[in-house]
Structure formats: C-alpha cells, structure tokens
T-cell receptor, first 111, second 113 residues
C-alpha cells in the first residue's frame, strides 16, 4: 500500500462548481497536512496547511482532515478558471523530516 | 521579496557532460532540498540538507551530488548525466527541519540527450 494515494484525475468542472479533492494515507504517524497548488510550468505553492483533525477555512478553500479514516480533502467553493492547476497533497510527521507528496490531481475549471 | 531561485530554468545537454543547477534562498532557512518531478511519479526527494555542511540522501539520490557550503545556497550536481535524468527539478527550503512548509523554486527543466 502506498503511503499517500491521490486520484490524478483529470477533473473538469464548470465555473462556479464546488470541487472536492482527496488523498488517503496509510501512515498513522502523519501529523502535518498540506495542500499545494501548481500551475503549469511553475513550482508548487502552499495553499493550506493544518496540524490537526477537523476543518480549516481560508476564503473559498476548506481543508479537512479525518485522522481516524486517514483521509484528507480540499474543497473549493465557487470555482474559477484561475483555479485550474494541479493540486498536490503533502503530509509528514512521526519523527521523520520527510514530506510525502501525492502525485497530484489536475483540475480544469471551464468558463 | 522572499524567494527561492534556480538557474538555469531550462537546459538541454548531452550524456556525460557534467552540469550544476544552482539554488539560492533569501529567507535564512535552515532546511533545503531537491526534488524531481516526473509524469505519473509525482515529486520525489533527491537530497536534503538540514543545515550547512549537513546533507543526506532522499528517495532517489543515484547519479546526483549536492553540497551546502553556505546557508543560502544548495547546488545540485550531475557529474555524468544520463537520459533517465531528464526531468523537472525543484529546489525547496524550509525555516526549520521537519515536515514543515516547503517553499519551492520555479523549477529547472533538464533534457539529457
């Protein structure tokens, strides 16, 4: 079983839709959970991070962590064409310096 | 502006010709690392450095070398590049060691013929 699994998509939605992106993980020692957004030909940029279970909201974005199910989600409300990018989940903890990345989900928001 | 810079951004080279990709950060970060990103494989860590003069292997270190002589710089060296090292490379830095927030550079697209 891979440490982090993320559906690569691609995911295509109309403008204004609610988008749900997800990752599952197997290492129960993970404590830090992040979402990065990567535009084409650019480096990943941090979108959201959380160190606990529950929800964290930032504008149109909500990050959700369920440690009991080893499942994290990113919700995008009122999606915009500018949200079109690849979204990477990342997580780590348990005494290791290492961040483990999902392979990314490619999202396209159509005007 | 706080940033991680990489040079060159694009490079086409031939098998066996030594090359260096530079990485520099202006945030006084302790931790720096190199990743490669390949379709279907995602981001994989090559090497990392917890502070000056301390480096260690990541998941895919074969064929690469690094050095950390100064806090701000962390060059990636390919002494004898091969076609399987054709990839998109990212340098990243973090304020502290541990699985914290990484700040990524803009990437270097390397093609080895």
């Amino acid at each position: 079983q891979k440490e982090v699994e993320q559906d690569p998509g691609p995911l295509s939605v109309p403008e204004g839709a609610i988008v749900s992106l997800n990752c599952t993980y197997s290492n129960s020692a993970f404590q830090y959970f992040m979402w990065y957004r990567q535009y084409s030909r650019k480096g990943p940029e941090l979108l959201m991070y959380t160190y606990s279970s529950g929800n964290k909201e930032d504008g149109r974005f909500t990050a959700q962590v369920d440690k009991s199910s080893k499942y994290i989600s990113l919700f995008i409300r009122d999606s915009q064409p500018s949200d079109s990018a690849t979204y990477l989940c990342a997580m780590g903890g348990g005494g290791s310096e290492k961040l483990v990345f999902g392979k990314g989900t490619k999202l396209t928001v159509n005007p | 502006e706080a940033q991680v810079t990489q040079n060159p951004r694009y490079l086409i080279t031939v098998t066996g010709k030594k090359l260096t990709v530079t990485c520099s950060q202006n945030m006084n970060h302790e931790y720096m690392s190199w990743y490669r990103q390949d379709p279907g494989l995602g981001l994989r860590q090559i090497y990392y450095s917890m502070n000056v003069e301390v480096t260690d292997k990541g998941d895919v270190p074969e064929g690469y070398k690094v050095s950390r002589k100064e806090k701000r710089n962390f060059p990636l060296i390919l002494e004898s590049p091969s076609p399987n090292q054709t990839s998109l490379y990212f340098c990243a830095s973090s304020l502290s060691v541990g699985p914290g927030i990484r700040f990524f550079g803009p990437g270097t697209r390397l093609t080895v013929l």
